[in-house]
């Protein structure tokens, strides 16, 4: 990692974190005989594995703006710090979601959406690439990964203090996150259109 420079290391370090938070999750603690601690907060009971989680996810996710705004400010964008990028996200969020809709914390349909939109998304990406057409991040896209930042940790932090007063707001921006993604990859999926089905030729008649 010496020769990386800050935002690629940055990256790495957040990979690091996600690969942790998905094996935090996943270790079956009780049958190791591991019991977290569990709070009271009014009527919510707080497991703290979930708590922990949820930091880890907050810096992570913080983490990704902040090594995006280095390597624009910087000019230090890498074709490294692309895939590494792209690498760290799917691990943090799709693994994430897939992990908690396995604990039956959120509805299945949400990384089932995300997942196929990434795929579309992703496909798009290197169609446009190809022909050398850079496809850039729309508006909603950003505003899905605000809305999903937001609703993951909410939802790992039990919706507090929002919860105290029966207001979903971890569930609402979940719903919201599905919706833009679907949104974004119709976006994406009509910018590329004309490298996906590309207009045949006429060869003309002599």
Not at 33 to 62: C, H, M, R, T
Not at 108 to 116: D, F, G, L, R
Request: one cysteine or more; proline letters at 3%.
């Amino acid at each position: 990692m010496k020769n990386m420079n800050l935002p690629n290391k940055i990256t790495i370090v957040r990979i690091i974190l996600s690969v942790l938070i998905i094996v935090m999750m996943l270790i079956p603690w009780y049958s190791l005989g591991v019991e977290w601690p569990v709070y009271q907060v009014g009527n919510v009971q707080v497991d703290l594995k979930y708590i922990i989680v949820g930091i880890l996810f907050l810096v992570a996710s913080l983490s990704d703006f902040l090594d995006g705004y280095l390597a624009r400010k910087n000019n230090q964008v890498t074709d490294f710090g692309k895939v590494a990028d792209a690498i760290a996200d799917k691990i943090l969020v799709n693994g994430l979601l897939i992990v908690l809709a396995y604990e039956r914390i959120i509805s299945i349909i949400i990384p089932v959406v995300i997942i196929t939109r990434d795929i579309v998304v992703d496909s798009c990406k290197m169609i446009s690439g190809n022909h050398g057409k850079v496809v850039a991040a729309s508006i909603m896209g950003k505003l899905k990964t605000i809305c999903m930042m937001c609703g993951v940790t909410l939802t790992l932090f039990y919706n507090l203090p929002f919860e105290l007063i029966n207001f979903p707001l971890a569930d609402l921006f979940l719903i919201a996150a599905t919706i833009l993604s679907v949104v974004s990859g119709c976006q994406y999926y009509y910018n590329s259109r004309e490298f996906l089905f590309p207009k045949e030729e006429k060869v003309a008649k002599k």
